[in-house]
């Protein structure tokens, strides 16, 4: 089992920045892949980012490439997503995410945080 905590939501405006971190346990950290999705209000959740076992490999959606920065560090068994230059239309709840293999983590992970809400204002 593994279980993930997100944390660092909140209200930013347009052009801002936030930072949500995603602490991880019941497994080693460094054994498996670990993402972020999101879901606004109405829509279906979409993938956002993901990072490999290493961290030395990350995927981003198109709509946040170039803004959003995904990483881990291995001695706060933690995952971070950056968020810059932040638009109304990121505005969603935020969930960790976590499997085994990165097609698992892209499309259907196994594990899932609690979510956190983000709104941006314009």
């Known amino acids: 089992q593994v279980q993930l905590v997100e944390s660092g939501g909140g209200l930013a405006q347009a052009g801002g920045s936030l930072t949500l971190s995603c602490a991880a346990s019941?497994?080693?950290?460094?054994?498996?892949?670990m993402g972020w999705f999101r879901q606004a209000p109405g829509k279906e959740r979409e993938f956002v980012a993901a990072i490999t076992r290493s961290g030395g490999i990350t995927y981003s959606a198109d709509s946040v490439k170039g803004r959003f920065t995904i990483s881990r560090d291995y001695a706060k068994n933690t995952v971070f997503l950056q968020m810059n230059s932040l638009k109304p239309e990121d505005t969603a709840v935020y969930y960790c995410?976590?499997?085994?293999?990165?097609?698992?983590?892209?499309?259907?992970?196994?594990?899932w945080g609690q979510g956190t809400q983000v709104t941006v204002s314009s």
């Open positions: 995410a976590s499997d085994s293999e990165m097609s698992l983590v892209t499309t259907r992970p196994h594990y």
């Open positions: 019941g497994r080693t950290f460094s054994t498996y892949v």
